[in-house]
């Protein structure tokens, strides 16, 4: 007999009661996400919480609650399984989770996304973020009569978004992006960046490379202000030595499986007329070079 699906449509609510039962029941799940992120161990769980309204800052998804050893953490969830964000919403998250160590809430932390692969891989603001597959793949592997349904549910959360998927062009940010690109083809050529095409408002990091930089992609985050050099598949080795030599004025990120060396440079609204920002983004992309230049000069003293 063809299997029956046991619900047609998936909604994002379904999927926070899904977590929410989770975070609070279950230690091994949570150990597991923390450790997934690459986030301090669990030492003991404190609970979690749906639809948190603090500081006058909108709303949290998910609050969770744990301790670390003596540290008191809070993860500050944002759920998302096919709505666009809204209106400077991770900057919100970020000023709560700031407000909350502030206000001796906790001692530490940390702002995630959970939404399906697709979703994350298309967004340019939560660098620390772990997708519905991801979980599905951990209940499946769990393996109780339970884990089984929920990891199913999961499962066609992310279909949903699969079929329905469509990037929508901003009109204003691609216009940004184009210029953007034309601005670095003519002043920093050694720098490879594609081509924009379609520009969803969401679209806030370019990415560049350098062809004798093999697994290292460079990111212009204009909305933070940031350079990164950002390190994808290298060793704890070669991270070490990063961390240890990094270069003048050089910042170093851990993320959940990379690492970057960052630069803080000017902020750019991708939302804004290119050319007064002009400054700003030369600015940028010479702290790039720079760093790109550095990193070929020093290769011998960072690679294996």
């Known amino acids: 007999m063809e299997e029956i699906l046991p619900i047609e ?10 977590l929410l039962e989770e975070l609070n029941v279950e230690n091994t799940f949570c150990e597991w996400l923390i450790d997934e992120l690459n986030l301090p161990k669990l030492t003991k769980n404190q609970g979690a919480w749906r639809s948190i309204t603090d500081f006058g800052l909108g709303e949290t998804d998910i609050l969770f609650s744990y301790l670390s050893e003596n540290k008191k953490i809070y993860l500050l969830i944002e759920n998302k399984l096919d709505a666009s964000f809204q209106d400077k919403q991770f900057e919100r998250y970020l000023k709560r989770a700031k407000n909350y160590i502030k206000n001796g809430k906790c001692d530490l932390a940390f702002v995630i996304l959970i939404a399906p692969k697709l979703y994350c891989e298309n967004q340019n603001e939560f660098e620390n973020y772990i997708s519905y597959e991801q ?14 349904f929920k990891s199913k549910l999961l499962k066609i959360a992310s279909e949903k978004l699969r079929r329905g998927y469509t990037p ?137």
């Open 135 to 148: 979980i599905a793949n951990q209940l499946e592997y769990l393996g109780s009569k339970r884990n089984l």
């Open 9 to 18: 449509s998936v909604q994002e609510r379904d999927v926070d009661l899904i």
């Open 168 to 304: 929508i062009n901003s009109l204003p940010v691609q216009k940004f992006w184009h210029s953007y690109w034309s601005f670095k083809e003519k002043y920093f050529p050694n720098l490879r960046m594609k081509k924009p095409g379609i520009v969803p408002a969401e679209s806030d990091w370019p990415m560049l490379y350098d062809d004798e930089l093999k697994g290292i992609v460079f990111y212009h985050k204009l909305t933070q202000g940031n350079i990164d050099a950002t390190f994808k598949g290298f060793s704890f080795e070669t991270e070490k030595r990063i961390k240890e030599n990094l270069p003048k004025d050089g910042t170093f990120i851990k993320h959940k499986r990379n690492f970057s060396i960052r630069y803080y440079t000017e902020k750019c609204d991708r939302t804004k007329n290119f050319k007064t920002q002009k400054e700003n983004v030369m600015k940028g992309l010479k702290k790039m070079d720079q760093l790109r230049i550095w990193l070929r000069e020093n290769k011998k003293n960072w690679l294996e």
